[in-house]
Nanobody, 120 residues
Framework: QVQLVESGGGLVQAGGSLRLSCAASGSIFSINGMGWYRQAPGKQRELVAVITSGGSTNYVDSVKGRFTISRDNAKSLVYLQMNGLKPEDTAVYYC??????????????WGQGTQVTVSS
């Protein structure tokens, strides 16, 4: 089992910045990739950014150039630096970790979520 705990959400004005942190514990040796997802009211959860154990990253188009995902493998932490925030970034942000499920598939782990609210 892997436990994920997020921190760093809050209320910020448009154009501002926030940094989200996610601490992983438990069976961290089983983790391959980590990432951040978000879910706005009335919308489906969407991928925001992912990072592999080797450091490769990928972002949803709407945050490219504004958000940066990074990972400290030694401390089992993943960060999401969010700059140039827009009201449409308002959502609950969830930390995700994934690894093999032992049967050839993928197992996902989720944090409890942290609210990010961007005022106009």
């Amino acid at each position: 089992q892997v436990q994920l705990v997020e921190s760093g959400g809050g209320l910020v004005q448009a154009g501002g910045s926030l940094r989200l942190s996610c601490a992983a514990s438990g069976s961290i040796f089983s983790i391959n990739g980590m990432g951040w997802y978000r879910q706005a009211p009335g919308k489906q959860r969407e991928l925001v950014a992912v990072i592999t154990s080797g450091g490769s990253t990928n972002y949803v188009d709407s945050v490219k150039g504004r958000f940066t995902i990074s990972r400290d493998n030694a401390k089992s932490l993943v960060y999401l630096q969010m700059n140039g925030l827009k009201p449409e970034d308002t959502a609950v942000y969830y930390c995700n970790a994934h690894g093999p499920n032992g049967m050839g598939g993928r197992r996902d782990y989720w944090g409890q979520g942290t609210q990010v609210t961007v005022s106009s």
